[in-house]
Every structure is written in C-alpha cells, then in structure tokens.
C-alpha cells in the first residue's frame, strides 16, 4: 500500500473510531449509565481498539476531548480524562499480543484518574479510594465485558 493511502486509513480509522466515542458516551448519557456509583461508559470499550490498530490511540483520545466538551464537563475532566484515556490506549497498544493484559492498562488509568476528578472537579462528596474501586468495576464493565465482546466481533477484527 502506498504511503499516501495508509496515512489516509490511518486518518480514517482514528477519525471513524473518535465518531463513535462521541455516539457511544451520549448513548450511555440517555441510559444514565455514565452516571452512578458504578458509572458503566459504553464509550471505554473502544480502548481495547488498539489491539487492532494504532490508529485508535488518537481516536479514543480525541474521542474522549470532543465527548467531554460536547457533553458540558468541567475543565478537569475535559484535560485529565482524554489523559487517561491516552494511557489507557498506550498501554492496550503496548500489551495488544495478550488481549486479557491489554484490557488492563484503560481499566487501571481510570481507576487511577477519574475519581481525582470526580472529587476535584465534580465535588464528589465519596472518599478517593472507594472512587477507586467503584471506576474500576465500572471499566472492568466497559473493558472486560463489553470491550471484549466488542473485539470477538468480525467487524472489527476486520481491522487488521
């Protein structure tokens, strides 16, 4: 393939996969999933695209800065959760051989970020650790789950 047509797909896919964080978190947003002590994202399960393809580490970041704007966030959230969601993607790219490990890093990046934002941003009265641990059942929802079925589709797998 000619160098001008991949960097061409490459756009595309990040492009097309940014769409669909957009669709998926207002989606989530009329169900009230995204909402809650567990907060299930349907949106996260794209963090598991870069098994497939590197593309989908800017898709899912600047997916996740035009859902966080779109959607009314606070200035925190809509610096630091596409930051997470940044790392979350580095490291399913990093770990995309093994999908079980690679499911890991988006579930632990957010574990780790969002309730700082919750608490900083949002005045969420809970105390950080147990943010913690309900972000984290909540991306274990959204990866292991969801992302998972997501990426045993034929569709995606279409990718490669």
């Known amino acids: 393939m000619r160098k001008h047509s991949q960097r061409t797909r490459y756009i595309c896919h990040a492009a097309l996969i940014a769409a669909l964080y957009v669709v998926l978190t207002y989606v989530a947003k009329a169900f009230s999933l995204d909402s809650g002590v567990i907060q299930v994202r349907l949106s996260e399960m794209l963090c598991l695209l870069p098994i497939f393809t590197p593309a989908a580490i800017p898709g899912v970041t600047i997916g996740c800065l035009?859902?966080?704007?779109?959607?009314?966030?606070?200035?925190?959230?809509?610096?630091?959760?596409?930051?997470?969601?940044?790392?979350?993607?580095?490291?399913?790219?990093?770990?995309?051989?093994?999908?079980?490990?690679?499911?890991?890093?988006?579930?632990?990046?957010?574990?780790?970020?969002?309730?700082?934002?919750l608490s900083y941003g949002y005045g969420v009265p809970d105390a950080i650790p147990f943010m913690m641990l309900t972000v984290g059942i909540g991306e274990i929802i959204s990866i292991y789950v969801l992302g998972m079925l997501l990426i045993n589709t034929k569709i995606i797998k279409s990718l490669k």
């Open 66 to 117: 035009l859902a966080n704007v779109m959607t009314g966030a606070v200035a925190l959230d809509i610096i630091a959760g596409p930051i997470a969601t940044l790392l979350g993607a580095l490291g399913t790219y990093y770990f995309r051989k093994n999908k079980w490990l690679a499911a890991f890093p988006p579930v632990l990046s957010n574990a780790l970020i969002v309730p700082f934002i």
